[in-house]
């Protein structure tokens, strides 16, 4: 019997609600340096705080947990813990509380960076390596289960990173462990003996043996430079290739970039950026947010046991440029063609059936038909230059252009399911620009769905918001 898995809801309103419990463990031998779990949770009691969003005009509110990895008050969680509006917080075991700003979120990825909105400094917990793990040892989860506090669940570990699938999701890589968790505990650490953290508490199997689920560590520390890039928070070009793990070297020189002319070298490793010091890659990322291009960074340097310094003047990426419209009117011009086709047609060939405008992309009246076509023209307003990521899945053909580049080809007779979904990314200068969606649909199921992420822009459908057309 196959084995189902959820996202851990995070809700206090959620259906699921399960009591709390220690997993009942086999005496297992102790190295010299491993840590008691009462010491691991006291050291890090500061360190791992509850998630809140509250729900504007409502009583509900949107409970998890994150844990500091940094003295200036970053914090990793999971990117469904903060999918919601409303004010936010984070909640220490002390009584104290802060405000948080949404760094970098993921709901794909399933991770997040947030940012505490105090001076600090903070206590950051200690991380470790996950692929060290093997399967029977020991780990902890500290987490805010049902939003009641922080609490701590032993377990051992079940499963190495294997794929498991999450609402017909692919989710690779995850650990598993028997520890006893419920909603609430979304986004907590997963120690190990070491008192390290290994992973990030994800998701629990619903059907056959209960477990646990974490992101690793070491797969979190490698996603989240790409987190980063595509929230636009490092829209810039460095040069090189820093590894994702461990200390700050840097792995790869680009050809003709920046870091060459600053005469930095392969195995470099950097240390402070700044006078900021960077003593794992996580913080060399974390210290280039919201640099822009241009701007001159004092790289402090290992080369060798030797300590230099050198002066990076980031590059700029290229970013398609906007266009000027006058008199922009909200929503996009539609035309609607009726045929048979196994493919795209050329709708300017085309007479169209019908035309108007929609405040949004969608199917609407006439969803549920057979051999029909769609085109909706129009521009999409960039509020701020970044990347753009575009997410589209259709039933059938698709293809979305954006100032006359292809971003998303998702042509022919196919389904809409998660395999087929396309996701790809375009750097846009900030303000307007050509948007072309065409759509075809031959019999049965008719679906069309585009989302979209940017510069401190959480996944989300496109809004009418950001969609125009001329008079």
């Given at each position: 019997?196959?084995?189902?898995?959820?996202?851990?809801?995070?809700?206090?309103?959620?259906?699921?609600?399960?009591?709390?419990?220690?997993?009942?463990?086999?005496?297992?031998?102790?190295?010299?340096?491993?840590?008691?779990?009462?010491?691991?949770?006291?050291?890090?009691?500061?360190?791992?705080?509850?998630?809140?969003?509250?729900?504007?005009?409502?009583?509900?509110?949107?409970?998890?947990?994150?844990?500091?990895?940094?003295?200036?008050?970053?914090?990793?969680?999971?990117?469904?813990?903060?999918?919601?509006?409303?004010?936010?917080?984070?909640?220490?075991?002390?009584?104290?509380?802060?405000?948080?700003?949404?760094?970098?979120?993921?709901?794909?990825?399933?991770?997040a960076l947030l940012k505490i909105n105090a001076p600090g400094p903070?206590?950051?917990?200690?991380?470790?390596?996950?692929?060290?793990?093997?399967?029977?040892?020991?780990?902890?989860?500290?987490?805010?289960?049902?939003?009641?506090?922080?609490?701590?669940?032993?377990?051992?570990?079940?499963?190495?990173?294997?794929?498991?699938?999450?609402?017909?999701?692919?989710?690779?890589?995850?650990?598993?462990?028997?520890?006893?968790?419920?909603?609430?505990?979304?986004?907590?650490?997963?120690?190990?003996?070491?008192?390290?953290?290994?992973?990030?508490?994800?998701?629990?199997?619903?059907y056959g043996p209960r477990s646990a689920c974490a992101i690793p560590?070491?797969?979190?520390?490698?996603?989240?430079?790409?987190?980063?890039?595509?929230?636009?928070?490092?829209?810039?070009?460095?040069?090189?290739?820093?590894?994702?793990?461990?200390?700050?070297?840097?792995?790869?020189?680009?050809?003709?970039?920046?870091?060459?002319?600053?005469?930095?070298?392969?195995?470099?490793?950097?240390?402070?950026?700044?006078?900021?010091?960077?003593?794992?890659?996580?913080?060399?990322?974390?210290?280039?947010?919201?640099?822009?291009?241009?701007?001159?960074?004092?790289?402090?340097?290992?080369?060798?046991?030797?300590?230099?310094?050198?002066?990076?003047?980031?590059?700029?990426?290229?970013?398609?440029?906007?266009?000027?419209?006058?008199?922009?009117?909200?929503?996009?011009?539609?035309?609607?063609?009726?045929?048979?086709?196994?493919?795209?047609?050329?709708?300017?060939?085309?007479?169209?059936?019908?035309?108007?405008?929609?405040?949004?992309?969608?199917?609407?009246?006439?969803?549920?038909?057979?051999?029909?076509?769609?085109?909706?023209?129009?521009?999409?307003?960039?509020?701020?230059?970044?990347?753009?990521?575009?997410?589209?899945?259709?039933?059938?053909?698709?293809?979305?252009?954006?100032?006359?580049?292809?971003?998303?080809?998702?042509?022919?007779?196919?389904?809409?399911?998660?395999?087929?979904?396309?996701?790809?990314?375009?750097?846009?200068?900030?303000?307007?620009?050509?948007?072309?969606?065409?759509?075809?649909?031959?019999?049965?199921?008719?679906?069309?769905?585009?989302?979209?992420?940017?510069?401190?822009?959480?996944?989300?459908?496109?809004?009418?918001?950001?969609?125009?057309?001329?008079?």
């Open positions: 019997m196959s084995s189902e898995l959820r996202r851990l809801p995070n809700s206090l309103t959620t259906v699921l609600c399960l009591a709390v419990m220690f997993a009942l463990l086999l005496p297992a031998a102790f190295a010299a340096d491993d840590v008691p779990w009462d010491a691991v949770f006291e050291k890090n009691r500061l360190s791992v705080v509850r998630v809140e969003i509250k729900t504007p005009g409502t009583k509900y509110m949107s409970v998890g947990t994150g844990f500091v990895v940094t003295q200036q008050g970053h914090v990793i969680t999971n990117g469904h813990v903060v999918a919601y509006s409303g004010p936010k917080r984070v909640l220490f075991t002390d009584g104290s509380w802060c405000d948080y700003e949404v760094i970098a979120s993921d709901i794909d990825i399933d991770l903070f206590q950051p917990v200690e991380l470790g390596r996950s692929k060290k793990l093997d399967k029977g040892d020991q780990v902890m989860a500290m987490g805010n289960p049902g939003g009641k506090g922080i609490t701590q669940s032993a377990g051992a570990v079940t499963v190495l990173p294997t794929t498991w699938g999450i609402d017909g999701e692919y989710n690779s890589g995850m650990l598993e462990f028997d520890a006893q968790i419920i909603g609430g505990n979304s986004g907590g650490p997963v120690f190990d003996r070491k008192g390290k953290v290994v992973g990030v508490t994800q998701s629990i199997l619903l560590i070491d797969r979190a520390l490698k996603i989240f430079p790409e987190l980063l890039d595509r929230g636009s928070r490092i829209f810039f070009e460095l040069g090189f290739d820093v590894q994702p793990t461990g200390r700050a070297r840097i792995i790869r020189m680009h050809r003709n970039s920046p870091a060459r002319k600053a005469r930095i070298r392969t195995g470099d490793i950097i240390t402070g950026v700044d006078g900021i010091k960077t003593p794992r890659s996580l913080d060399f990322y974390i210290a280039m947010i919201d640099r822009k291009a241009g701007d001159a960074v004092k790289l402090t340097l290992n080369r060798g046991g030797r300590n230099i310094t050198r002066t990076l003047t980031l590059g700029r990426r290229k970013a398609q440029p906007a266009v000027e419209v006058n008199a922009a009117l909200p929503g996009l011009r539609y035309e609607y063609y009726e045929g048979e086709w196994e493919k795209l047609p050329d709708f300017d060939a085309l007479e169209p059936v019908q035309t108007g405008i929609v405040p949004v992309i969608g199917l609407g009246q006439f969803s549920g038909r057979d051999r029909y076509a769609i085109r909706f023209t129009g521009y999409f307003h960039a509020p701020q230059g970044g990347l753009y990521t575009f997410v589209m899945g259709s039933d059938d053909g698709s293809r979305l252009t954006i100032g006359g580049e292809v971003v998303i080809d998702h042509d022919g007779i196919h389904g809409l399911v998660p395999q087929n979904v396309q996701k790809e990314r375009i750097a846009l200068a900030a303000g307007m620009h050509p948007f072309t969606l065409e759509y075809f649909e031959g019999i049965g199921r008719d679906q069309l769905e585009i989302a979209f992420y940017g510069p401190r822009i959480v996944q989300q459908y496109i809004p009418a918001t950001v969609l125009f057309h001329k008079p």
